[in-house]
């Protein structure tokens, strides 16, 4: 008997039939790990801010092996079109988790290979800690495997990910791993997007090794109906740097989870974000960034701007080990709320055992400055037209975070073509 098979309720009740049937010790380990915990709800202290009540009731199929051609270019396409240079740069297209090499056009100067040719979980993750990473655990099928060599400037990557539901919902668990070796540098670009009902579950291994960059950009526009929790692990070298923003605008409810760790001297970790969401939606951003070695800086700061009745949340832990000193740490989430229904949860923590450092958290929440809108008004300027400067002004502040031009581009592209000719709630 499976032992998933003796507790089977809740939410993970809807993963039963494939949950069932595991081969291999890991995956079954992983089984056990969730029997043994099930899925989180809100007494996780991780979990407190956001329920997994959008998954349903449905069960969650695994996907077919055939996807209508038509139907993938078609969201490849509105991905592509967003800006003329994207379509001009390497990608690796996944579809309900699978590589889907028609649709790829794949890089030069790194190696790639796949997750359904060689499965390898890596040693960053930890299905017995976290309940999602043991999902993605038991039900991985594919993911993409990327290696920078030393010394070698691999210039744009995108990894793209599309969703593609029927009538019955679907789950996809994509496993990625991304090393980029010693003194390499790697801009990588993740998009998600897709239509119908799903989940989403993704685990990221992510090496950058000593004198390392990653630049690393996230685009959340999954489909209106799709549920998306990706979790991330960074190790983070000496003198190396992991540079990281993501950009929240799609789904019925996304979590982008990151675990990053500096351990070595002299390296950077920023974990920065912006969020523009409306109706039912709720956006989570949770990091935890460990300071494991001493003169190492880290920045997490996140914008959102929330319509309607959206939700929110933001949780940064800074966790600065005794070993750590001139540590230099900082958060701040801000937050622009455009209607009473509208809600922020925010969760900075600094936990600090060191005596030597430097760490500050903060957070903001307000409405649309009145004084400035009347400015603008007065101006000339219609009041929808007027609205909508101050709320790009404020997420541009975030976007400016972007180090790399392109992906800066890219993201404002994006959100012009998502919110055009769109006014917030007056």
Known sequence: MNALSKDMSGPLALFANRLNTLAGAERQSA???????????????????????????????????????????????????AHPAMAALPRVVFVNGRHAPAFSALPDDVDLSFFADDPQFGQQAAPDRDPLVALNTALAEDGLVLRVPAGVDAGHVMLISLGVAGADPLSFHPRHTVMVEKEAHLRLICVQAGQGAYFHNPVTDIQVEDGATLEHLTLQTEGAQAVSLGTLYAHVGQQSVYDSFVLGLGGQLVRHEVHARLAATRGVVHVNG??????????DITSVITHAASDCTSRQTVRNVLDGHARGVFQGKVLVERIAQKTDGYQMNQALLLSPEAEIDAKPELEIYADDVRCSHGATVGALDDDQLFYLRSRGIPEQEARQMLIDAFLDEAIALVEDATAQTFCRAVMA??????????
């Open 31 to 81: 089984a056990g790990a969730l029997a043994r915990t099930g899925l989180p709800d809100r007494k996780v202290e991780a979990w407190h801010y956001t329920t997994l009540r959008a998954l349903g009731k449905q069960d969650y199929a695994a996907p077919p092996i055939q996807v209508e051609a038509s139907t993938v270019r078609s969201l490849l396409d509105g991905v592509l079109q």
């Open 274 to 283: 912006a969020q523009r969401l409306a109706g039912q939606q709720v956006g």
């Open 417 to 426: 073509a998502r919110f055009a000719g769109k006014g917030e709630s007056a």
